[in-house]
Structures are given as structure tokens and as C-alpha cells.
């Protein structure tokens, strides 16, 4: 059920699920009244997420959730903030939930470690940070941030990416820190069974925002899939295939199976469609998560454009997901909401 305020039933009708594949309008036709002062949008993953599995119990722990992180963001968009730290500060309560596959949550390898990988972009100067096969940082998007920031480099993997993030100060965690039972007894069937369903893989969280200066970022923060091979790399942590932002042209945040999303190049390519084909990022969205479906793949994203408009487009059955702006909030989780 798509949860928000009756005031802004108006903005639900321009940003709305698209797994149906809704024409979106197109760029350009989003007058100024109409343009939100600020927006957040998130998701928590993507996969078979239906409604019979999932009691009302953990329905309802998904739907706090995925409202804290959004009022987390929000809370920074509210006081001027930038998208930069709006992002950011939605996925830190993700990434420490352990409902999410981000931070403690995180999946364990098939060495029954957990490697987490991160990635953020800022529109304004497509200036961006990313880490991956963290072991030791808590929150991995703040070692992304700090590469973004504090370094002349955009992406710091294994090892070198711990120490960095310990020489910049953030706080590190033994890396059972990030074991959760649940994820344990997935990583034994899978294991066992030598195979992986859909939720061991879903969880990845990120987020896309656009200021009261009109400046776009995008964040995403994951712990991969159960049992993936250690020094695996998946999308999140690439920057131009699950995050991207850039000013006046859109912000991206993906999750799904990261193998094909590099191949589509996801984020990037539904920005340049969006910039170079003028296309509404919904089609642009729809068009490169065909590419995916087409190649073996599935999955979402969540995308924004300059004008604040947003889409929700995914190829699963659910995704984790919700937007904040002014006028409201709203969650959904199923296919159809
Ligand atoms: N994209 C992530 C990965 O492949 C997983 C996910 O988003 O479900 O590592």
C-alpha cells in the first residue's frame, strides 16, 4: 500500500511504480509550480517480494524502516541541506538495520566473511566517492563520502579501503559486527544447495535526492550476494552502473544483480538517455532495465530528474521502497501498491 498524505495525492500520480511500464511524461513539461523545494527517494532492494511471504509482523518492520531513512534524509533536505548529505544520511539508518543487506545485515561471502561495497555521487560537480570489499568499516557510504572528499581518487578497494577509511577516522567494527543469524542460516543452504534464490541477494539499499538548490546526488550501499566468491565486486560500488547523479539531468540508485547492471551500465546509461535522447527517466529507466531483463537480469532503481521528478522501475515482483517531500511521505514493497 502506498502510504502518504491525501494532500499529496497530486505528486503520487507523477511519481508512481512503473514495473507496469506507465508512459512517464516527458522532460520538460514539469512547470515550476509543480517542482517539489526539495525530494528524497530510496529503496531497500529489489526481488520477489510477495505479499504471502512476508507477515504483517516484518511488512510493518520493512515499512518503519524504509520511513526512518526517509525521515532521516528529509531532515537534512528540510534545513537546506545538500543532496549530498541528504543521501547520505538516508542510507546510514539502512546500512545499520539489519532488515537490509547494507552494514550489519550484510550477507556473508562464501568464506563467511562479509565484503560490503559503497558508492555516492554529487550532480553539481560529478564528483564521486566509492569503496568496495570493505570488511571493517561500519558504514561503508561514509568511507565512499570520505573518498569523494578527502581523497584524489574516486574508488579505494579491500584492504587499502579499510585503512583509508581508519586514517580519515571513521569508526571500525570486528567484521562479525556485520553477522546477522538470519544471513548465517542462508549462507549454510546455499552452501548445501548450491544455489541462491532471490533473497539472497536482495537488501542493498540507496538513495537519490534533489535539494532546495536544485542539486542531485545518488548513494548506494550493499553487502552482495550470499556466497558470493571472495574480492567479488558487484554494481553498487560503480560509479555509472548502480549510482550516478548529474545536475539537470538526473540521479540514479540501483540494486539487482549486479552482473548484468555493469554490463547495462545502468545508471549511466538511463542518464545519458535521459540527457542526450531527452527521454522522462522513466522511460529512460524502463529502457535500460529492459537491456537487463534481456540479458538474464533483474532488478530496480530509483530515479530522479532535475525537476524532482521521480519513478520507482524495477523488473521484480517488489522493491523495498518510499518518497519523501514536502508534502508527504509514502513506502511500498509490492508489485502492485
Ligand atoms: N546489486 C547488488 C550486487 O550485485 C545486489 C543487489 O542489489 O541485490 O552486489
Redesign the pocket.
Known amino acids: 500500500m502506498l502510504r502518504r498524505s491525501l494532500a499529496a495525492l497530486a505528486i503520487v500520480l507523477t511519481g508512481c511504480a512503473t514495473s507496469l511500464a506507465e508512459p512517464a511524461e516527458e522532460v520538460g513539461m514539469v512547470s515550476e509550480a509543480d517542482r517539489p523545494e526539495w525530494r528524497l527517494v530510496i529503496h531497500g532492494?529489489?526481488?520477489v517480494i510477495l505479499r504471502e511471504n512476508l507477515t504483517p509482523e516484518r511488512e510493518a518492520a520493512y515499512t518503519a524502516a524504509l520511513e526512518t531513512a526517509l525521515e532521516a534524509g528529509a531532515a537534512v533536505l528540510r534545513d537546506g541541506g545538500s543532496a549530498v548529505d541528504a543521501v547520505q544520511a538516508a542510507v546510514i539508518p539502512m546500512e545499520d538495520d539489519p532488515l537490509f543487506?547494507a552494514g550489519h545485515g550484510a550477507v556473508f561471502t562464501a568464506a563467511a566473511e562479509h565484503e560490503l561495497?559503497a558508492s555516492i555521487m554529487s550532480g553539481a560537480d560529478r564528483d564521486a566517492g566509492a569503496v568496495a570489499g570493505v570488511k571493517r568499516v561500519k558504514n561503508p557510504i561514509l568511507a565512499a563520502r570520505a573518498v569523494m572528499d578527502q581523497s584524489e581518487h574516486v574508488m579505494f578497494a579491500g584492504s587499502g579501503a579499510d585503512a583509508f577509511a581508519e586514517l580519515v577516522g571513521l569508526e571500525l567494527v570486528e567484521n562479525s559486527y556485520f553477522d546477522t543469524e538470519g544471513r548465517r542460516l542462508s549462507l549454510e543452504r546455499v552452501l548445501r544447495e548450491r544455489s541462491r534464490n532471490d533473497a539472497d541477494?536482495?537488501?542493498?539499499v540507496g538513495a537519490v535526492a534533489i535539494d532546495q538548490d536544485g542539486n542531485l546526488a545518488a548513494a548506494?550501499t550493499?553487502?552482495?550476494?550470499t556466497a558470493?566468491a571472495a574480492g567479488?565486486?558487484?554494481?553498487?560500488p560503480l560509479i555509472g552502473a548502480?549510482t550516478y547523479a548529474q545536475n539537470s539531468v538526473c540521479a540514479v540508485s540501483?540494486?539487482?544483480?549486479?552482473?548484468y547492471?555493469i554490463r547495462v551500465a545502468v545508471a549511466k546509461t538511463i542518464c545519458s538517455r535521459v540527457e542526450l535522447a531527452g527521454e522522462s527517466v522513466g522511460a529512460a529507466a524502463q529502457s535500460a532495465l529492459d537491456q537487463v531483463a534481456d540479458l538474464g537480469g533483474d532488478?530496480g532503481v530509483v530515479v530522479i530528474d532535475g525537476d524532482g521528478r521521480y519513478e520507482y522501475v524495477f523488473n521484480s515482483k517488489g522493491m523495498y521502497r518510499g518518497m519523501i517531500d514536502p508534502e508527504g511521505m509514502e513506502t511500498a514493497i509490492f508489485e502492485q501498491e
Do not use: C, L, P, V
Open positions: 532492494g529489489a526481488g543487506n561495497d541477494r536482495h537488501g542493498t548506494t550493499t553487502g552482495g550476494m558470493k567479488r565486486i558487484g554494481d553498487s548502480a540501483a540494486t539487482g544483480h549486479g552482473e547492471f532488478g
